[in-house]
């Protein structure tokens, strides 16, 4: 069973370089930890500066074990103190439609 992590994210209103940068330093640090599947980051069309990180694990144990690294916290911290809000957390899957619905 693949473990399913959502992180709603809200931007600094203006130049979003700095903070998506950030974001991409993250995600190139997650690429290299056992256990990580891969993700995928959506922008709100509506609301720009609203995002959605969807990763995926192979257990629980491995997303706690990358998110409790010290480095993985020096990075985040750096997303805080550029003003990055976020609200995260893993997710358990209750029901799909249609063929695509994973």
Known sequence: MTHT?????????????????????????????????????????RQPN?????????TEDSFMASVKNPEFQRLSQVLTDLGVERLAGLYDEIKSFGAGGN
């Not at 609203?50 to 192979?58: A, D, H, M, S, V």
């Open 5 to 45: 992590f959502f992180n709603i994210i809200t931007l600094p209103e203006g130049d979003d370089t700095e903070a998506l940068k950030a974001w991409a330093a993250v995600g190139d640090w997650m690429e290299q930890q056992p256990g990580f599947l891969g993700s995928t980051l959506y922008r709100n069309r």
């Open 50 to 58: 609203t995002l959605i990180n969807k990763g995926r694990y192979e």
